[in-house]
């Protein structure tokens, strides 16, 4: 029988993660939650401690790397003789053994490989949040996807792998609280301005530079339309992705006061952005393995107009809780369907059963259920 858990990711983002890291927040979010007593071992980000308790079933313990390690071991000569997929195992062993505990790696093939190499007979759980090409993961192996598109795509590499879906989530008691106008008055938007949002990263996979070329098409026929950008504009320095961010924020100043950008926020603000929009839009040109940013509009009680590519037609449903974007998706396609959805009068009753639906599967308590849930079902019943 299970009686202890151990989550470990990349050593990118501490735990919590105090900006965007949506891998991060649903270790977070999850391991607290859990029923099960559980460790999560993740790296050291300046002004974490070494230890932290999070409450009776959760603790975090954080992986440091000295300068001069960093320096002598990895950067060097490389030999790094007690690299971090063995420092996530010396902290399992100082928990828990084999027998009694599973390790939950979560959206890393190659920290995966390195666990499994050093420990053969250990219980292991891949959660793989995006799509990868799986390299080095054969069909023996337990794995976790938030989405039946995910599961499909990893069942097509590796025909025989068990696979289990279990979704990602939001707060619900955040999204409980009706929030207040006052981002609407600091943002410079008026009573009878219609509000458009867009949520995410501004890359090109996100489709952000055409929402842009198409919302200045719409507010030469509605001048009381805004376009909300929540979105960090210079992530990238250099490359295709500098690249594309100067042609939005060139794009952005075209439309003039029409468009505000607020930069990145981070998630624990997300509610209150969501709530001054009339529309929430991702026109993702990718397929996305689940998309927060639609559930969590629609927790929000907005309307969704979203790419049906990948696993955000699992639960934007058109006509019943979302509005999907015609494909294949143009300049002028975006225009039109923006313009059926604002003049829909069937709108707030979609978005209505839209918070009911994502309430009633997305919740935090809801996605930890479903994953304690799987976990015992491989491995209490082995």
Not at 12 to 26: H, L, N, Q, Y
Not at 30 to 59: G, H, M, Q, W
Not at 118 to 139: S, W, Y
Not at 151 to 174: L, M, S
Request: proline share 5%; aromatic share 10%; hydrophobic share 40%.
């Amino acid at each position: 029988m299970i009686k202890k858990i151990v989550f470990t990711v990349t050593p990118i983002f501490s735990i919590p993660p105090r900006g965007a890291a949506a891998v991060e927040t649903w270790i977070y979010q999850v391991a607290k939650r859990l029923s099960i007593s559980n460790a999560i071992a993740c790296i050291k980000n300046p002004d974490y401690p070494d230890f932290y308790k999070v409450n009776e079933t959760c603790n975090i313990h954080y992986i440091g790397f000295s300068k001069l390690y960093k320096r002598i071991f990895q950067k060097w000569t490389r030999l790094d003789p007690l690299p971090y997929s063995k420092r996530v195992l010396n902290i399992r062993d100082s928990y828990a053994n084999d027998d009694e505990s599973v390790i939950v790696i979560h959206n890393s093939m190659k920290l995966y490989r390195q666990i499994r190499k050093q420990r053969p007979q250990a219980k292991l759980v891949l959660h793989m949040h995006n799509a990868f090409e799986p390299k080095g993961i054969d069909k023996n192996t337990k794995m976790l996807v938030p989405s039946q598109f995910l599961k499909t795509y990893y069942q097509e590499h590796i025909p025989g792998i068990d696979i289990k879906v279990v979704p990602n989530g939001f707060c619900a008691e955040t999204y409980s609280v009706q929030s207040t106008c006052m981002l609407r008055q600091q943002l410079h938007i008026n009573r009878n301005d219609r509000v458009l949002l867009y949520a995410g990263r501004v890359s090109p996979d996100k489709g952000i530079l055409m929402l842009l070329q198409a919302f200045k098409k719409l507010i030469a026929e509605q001048d009381n339309l805004k376009l909300v950008v929540v979105g960090d504009p210079f992530a990238s320095r250099r490359g295709e992705k500098a690249e594309y961010q100067k042609k939005v924020l060139d794009a952005a100043k075209e439309v003039g006061d029409h468009c505000i950008m607020v930069g990145g926020q981070p998630p624990e603000k997300m509610h209150e952005y969501y709530a001054v929009a009339d529309l929430v839009i991702v026109p993702s040109q990718v397929e996305e393995a689940f998309c927060m940013v639609a559930a969590e509009a629609m927790a929000a009680e907005r309307p969704v107009l979203a790419s049906k590519k990948g696993g955000i037609s699992e639960f934007v449903k058109p006509g019943v809780t979302g509005y999907h974007l015609s494909e294949p998706i143009t300049v002028e396609s975006i225009v039109t369907d923006i313009t059926y959805v604002l003049a829909d009068q069937n709108r707030e009753q979609i978005a209505r059963s839209a918070k009911e639906h994502v309430f009633s599967h997305y919740s935090w308590d809801h996605v930890t259920a479903s994953f304690e849930r799987n976990i015992r079902d491989w491995f209490d019943k082995a």
